[in-house]
């Protein structure tokens, strides 16, 4: 199975500050890496597919890149309603996986 | 619009079996792939195991595979998880998912606890 080495497992950063999430697949995925948040007590919400697809709603200040297997969730300027934890998934084969996750919390 | 419930958690004991239910409602079921995720409690996310749109072909995760079977019945709209020999480190809320171009949905979940 491809295994999604995730990083930070947390972080803690100030509203307006830039808040940067990196996944490491361990082989190629091509651009099969979705994002997402999830908050306490609910089911997760897709916020990116296919590595850099903004998903409808999805404020602008997200957004998704990558560089080989390297794949990266950046939030602009985070503001108070991102508290939430972060995970990766690849979709590129099954099993799919899901990095271990980033809990980000507000300063 | 898109609606997926859960159904079936509950506590059982080590080595015992228990079915999920997942009624699907607002979309062409027979149309979608189908997914199980699951979490334990203060933990992350999990993929268990998906089932092609036609049902022909269904995939598990490492952790689960030769235990847990998916399957759906597509004259009733429902998912479901077939559970057996199950372990302590199954405890977990079970959620189905249903992947389209247009993005995820997701049920509320489903408490398993196995415990003895």
């Known amino acids: 199975a491809i295994q999604m080495t995730q990083s930070p497992s947390s972080l803690s950063a100030s509203v307006g500050d830039r808040v940067t999430i990196t996944c490491r697949a361990s082989?190629?995925?091509?651009?099969?890496l979705s994002w997402y948040q999830q908050k306490p007590g609910k089911a997760p919400k897709l916020l990116i597919s296919a590595t850099s697809r903004l998903q409808s709603g999805v404020p602008s200040r997200f957004s998704g890149s990558a560089s080989g297997t390297d794949f990266t969730l950046t939030i602009s300027r985070l503001q108070p309603e991102d508290l939430a934890t972060y995970y990766c998934l690849q979709d590129y084969n099954y099993p799919w996986t899901f990095g271990q996750g980033t809990r980000v919390e507000i300063k | 619009q898109v609606q997926l419930v859960e159904s079936g958690g509950g506590v059982v004991q080590p080595g015992k079996s228990l079915r999920l239910s997942c009624a699907a409602s607002g979309f062409s079921f027979s149309s979608f792939a189908m997914h199980w995720v699951r979490q334990a409690p203060g933990k992350g996310l999990e993929w268990v195991a998906v089932i092609v749109y036609d049902g022909s072909n269904k995939y598990y995760a490492d952790s689960v595979k030769g235990r847990f079977t998916i399957s759906k019945d597509e004259s009733k709209n429902m998912l479901y998880l077939q559970m057996n020999s199950l372990r302590l480190e199954d405890t977990a809320v079970y959620y189905c998912?249903?992947?389209?171009?247009?993005?995820?949905?997701w049920g509320q979940g489903t408490l398993v606890t196995v415990s003895s």
């Open positions: 998912l249903r992947r389209a171009m247009a993005g995820d949905n």
């Open positions: 082989q190629d995925i091509r651009d099969d």
